[in-house]
């Protein structure tokens, strides 16, 4: 519904037209009403956007012309009609400028009201079937705009000439005076922050004649941002703007002031390097390329140090643990050089702890791995801080995991060598106290781990190696059944042949019949 604004200061005359309208036009208009300009004015700020305005000449306050010349700064304008009862030439070269687009005189004849909606209507319907076309080139041109931008950003090897074929197309006359480019990362799930920066550029721009603005996100889900302005003037609003939204949190680099499409690369390649810098601010920053600090060169990386991380895995040795850690990750050392170091750091530490424990002791607990693959992209993190919290906390839940799958392997091998003894002396008298001395292990736990590690009890997996061991001599032999069952293990024949049977389903001479072998008798 389209929104139509009365303004008279007689209420009667306001009260017929609203009737009149709405009889003639059901339901094709929300109808406001006011009695004088001011009124207007500040109903129109609250409904916009209003499309046509039928207002009285002469009111108290503030009279129609003014109130029409106020408007002219709306965008967009609403249609604008005149209703009074003065045909004065004065009023109608007022309201010519004003774009007024119709003079009704009182008393309201209703066919020339009628015939004026009706040609305000289809003034808007052309308008706005205009105004949509022109939207949908103009987001045409914007995707073409972002996927060329995407091309050349992505595409390290273009050359200058190559980068200024791409973009010669696409209408950015005011990037070949001047333009920089500034490159933001927000906190994930932050994504409207972003959004409402942009929003707020966009804003400026249109105060800003000829200004131009593109915005796009990279493969790293950074906002990239290409603006007409100087580097330091990007710079200061971006600041102005970030100040005006006090719970947004990102950083943002700022390239130096570029002239020609051919160096857009470059000019996103120093931006990147700006917002590396800020990732050791630990708070809302905005870094222009050329207020970067000169950096001492860079150092050989401690690579003893974190080899010797990775040997401590497991130790339960934590303090010294996080102590190599701080020499590793010492802010005061990690600001002194280029982002470089900072990276070849956490790559090394990447590679060396904890690339090294996972391959070594296998897959761990999800939680833990989804933290390692965060630890593995330094520049997943917000800030310097974050990064080292999360490395911090890895290296602890890794170096206990480790300090586990160390004790279970030792405890696997205990286990192997109690399998093993009891192979070795089953026809002895064997019982669990003698095995777990044996093997150093604590009686009771010996009896959970080993039914865990063998899925039998401790008897019963004895009872198990002497019958086979028994049905092996019944095939093979012709030892009578008591000297078998003595030979194996047992102390008396009818202990032997309830075990058997327990476990074969038979009896000693009943499977060796089936086994079709004659043998001795019992």
């Given at each position: 519904m389209r929104k139509l604004l009365i303004v008279d200061d007689e209420r009667n005359i306001r009260v017929g037209l609203k009737a009149m309208l709405e009889r003639r036009f059901p339901g094709k208009y929300v109808v406001l009403m006011a009695q004088d300009g001011e009124q207007a004015l500040e109903l129109i700020r609250?409904?916009?956007?209003?499309?046509?305005?039928?207002?009285?000449?002469?009111?108290?306050?503030?009279?129609?012309?003014?109130?029409?010349?106020e408007l002219q700064s709306l965008e967009p304008k609403p249609k604008l009609v005149i209703l009074s009862g003065y045909d004065d030439f004065k009023y109608a070269k007022a309201a010519?400028?004003?774009?007024?687009?119709?003079?009704?005189?009182?008393?309201?004849?209703?066919?020339?009201?009628?015939?004026?909606?009706?040609?305000?209507?289809?003034?808007?319907?052309?308008?706005?079937?205009?105004?949509?076309?022109?939207?949908?080139?103009?987001?045409?041109?914007?995707?073409?705009?972002?996927?060329?931008?995407?091309?050349?950003?992505?595409?390290?090897?273009?050359?200058?000439?190559?980068?200024?074929?791409?973009?010669?197309?696409?209408?950015?006359?005011?990037?070949?005076?001047?333009?920089?480019?500034?490159?933001?990362?927000?906190?994930?799930?932050?994504?409207?922050?972003?959004?409402?920066?942009?929003?707020?550029?966009?804003?400026?721009?249109?105060?800003?004649?000829?200004?131009?603005?593109?915005?796009?996100?990279?493969?790293?889900?950074?906002?990239?941002?290409?603006?007409?302005?100087?580097?330091?003037?990007?710079?200061?609003?971006?600041?102005?703007?970030?100040?005006?939204?006090?719970?947004?949190?990102?950083?943002?680099?700022?390239?130096?002031?570029m002239c020609g499409l051919e160096l857009l690369k470059a000019a996103y390649e120093q931006a990147v390097y700006a917002l590396k810098h800020t990732?050791?601010?630990?708070?809302?920053?905005?870094?222009?390329?050329?207020?970067?600090?000169?950096?001492?060169?860079?150092?050989?990386?401690?690579?003893?140090?974190?080899?010797?991380?990775?040997?401590?895995?497991?130790?339960?040795?934590d303090d010294d643990m996080q102590a190599l850690l701080r020499e590793v990750l010492d802010i005061r050392v990690v600001r002194r050089y280029e982002p470089g170091y900072l990276e070849a750091v956490s790559r090394s530490l990447n590679e060396l702890v904890f690339d090294y424990a996972f391959h070594t002791y296998?897959?761990?607990?999800?939680?833990?791995?989804?933290?390692?693959?965060?630890?593995?992209?330094?520049?997943?993190?917000?800030?310097?801080?974050?990064?080292?919290?999360?490395?911090?906390?890895?290296?602890?839940?890794?170096?206990?995991?480790?300090?586990?799958?160390?004790?279970?392997?030792?405890?696997?091998?205990?286990?192997?060598?109690?399998?093993?003894?009891?192979?070795?002396?089953?026809?002895?008298?064997?019982?669990?106290?003698?095995?777990s001395n044996y093997v150093s292990l604590n009686y009771s736990y010996f009896s959970t781990a080993f039914k865990a590690y063998t899925g039998e009890s401790f008897v019963q997996y004895v009872k198990k190696v002497r019958v086979e061991k028994a049905q092996q001599l019944l095939i093979s032999t012709d030892m009578l059944v008591y000297e078998i069952g003595e030979q194996v293990g047992f102390d008396n024949a009818k202990h032997f042949n309830r075990v058997f049977r327990e476990l074969a389903g038979v009896t000693p001479m009943e499977y060796r019949q089936h086994r079709g072998h004659g043998g001795g008798t019992p």
């Open positions: 609250q409904e916009l956007p209003v499309h046509i305005v039928i207002t009285d000449i002469r009111m108290p306050n503030m009279d129609g012309i003014a109130l029409m010349q010519i400028q004003c774009e007024v687009k119709q003079y009704l005189l009182k008393p309201i004849v209703r066919e020339e009201l009628y015939e004026t909606m009706e040609r305000l209507e289809e003034e808007l319907s052309r308008e706005e079937a205009q105004q949509g076309r022109q939207e949908a080139l103009l987001a045409t041109l914007d995707e073409f705009r972002t996927s060329q931008l995407h091309y050349v950003l992505l595409h390290p090897q273009l050359q200058p000439d190559e980068i200024r074929e791409k973009l010669q197309p696409l209408e950015l006359h005011a990037f070949e005076r001047q333009y920089a480019v500034a490159v933001a990362r927000y906190p994930k799930g932050r994504l409207y922050d972003a959004e409402e920066l942009v929003r707020r550029m966009h804003a400026c721009c249109h105060h800003e004649q000829g200004e131009q603005l593109i915005h796009l996100y990279d493969k790293d889900g950074s906002l990239v941002v290409v603006s007409s302005r100087k580097a330091a003037e990007l710079t200061e609003q971006l600041d102005s703007l970030l100040d005006r939204q006090p719970d947004a949190v990102c950083r943002i680099g700022v390239s130096e002031t990732f050791v601010h630990g708070q809302t920053a905005c870094l222009r390329f050329g207020e970067i600090d000169r950096k001492e060169p860079q150092p050989p990386i401690p690579l003893d140090t974190i080899r010797k991380l990775a040997n401590m895995l497991g130790t339960g040795r296998g897959d761990a607990l999800l939680d833990i791995l989804k933290l390692y693959k965060q630890v593995g992209q330094l520049y997943s993190f917000d800030n310097y801080a974050q990064y080292y919290q999360s490395v911090e906390g890895l290296l602890g839940r890794v170096s206990t995991y480790v300090q586990q799958a160390k004790s279970a392997h030792d405890e696997h091998k205990e286990l192997s060598r109690a399998v093993a003894y009891i192979h070795e002396h089953y026809n002895k008298d064997l019982n669990m106290a003698m095995v």
